[in-house]
């Protein structure tokens, strides 16, 4: 019985630290805000009523602060990931409420 009872902990280990080892890596993605909000204020933007020269250069602004985002995802880049989050929240108080 204790062999059989070994041959099944050591596999179950395996599979639960590769799955707190996934869990980890994508916790910060799946946690961030920016994921969500971005396309949200880009819907926003599509729908507010602005001057079209005005929308055009707060969705100019606004795809270049997701780029910098997905890059910051991607490079595990604090500095960026900030940067990224004062751009939506500059984008999100220039729309009309």
Same mark, same amino acid.
């Given at each position: ?9 050591? %596999? ?12 980890? /890596? ?7 805000? /920016?994921?969500?909000?971005?396309? $949200?204020?880009?819907?926003?933007? +599509?729908?507010?009523?602005? $001057?079209?020269? !005005? ?9 270049? @602060?997701?780029?910098?985002?997905? !890059? +910051? ?5 604090? @500095? $960026?990931? !900030? ?6 929240? !500059?984008?999100? $108080?220039?729309? %009309?409420?």
């Amino acid at each position: 019985m204790t062999s059989r009872h070994r041959s099944f902990l050591r %596999p179950a280990a395996l599979l639960l630290g590769g799955l707190l080892v996934t869990a980890a /890596g994508t916790s910060s993605a799946l946690a961030c805000r /920016g994921t969500a909000e971005y396309p $949200a204020v880009l819907q926003q933007l +599509a729908a507010a009523s602005l $001057a079209a020269k !005005r929308k055009a250069e707060l969705t100019r602004q606004l795809e270049e @602060g997701r780029v910098l985002h997905d !890059r +910051a995802h991607r490079q595990n880049d604090a @500095g $960026a990931m !900030r940067e990224s989050l004062k751009i939506l929240d !500059r984008i999100k $108080a220039a729309l %009309p409420r």
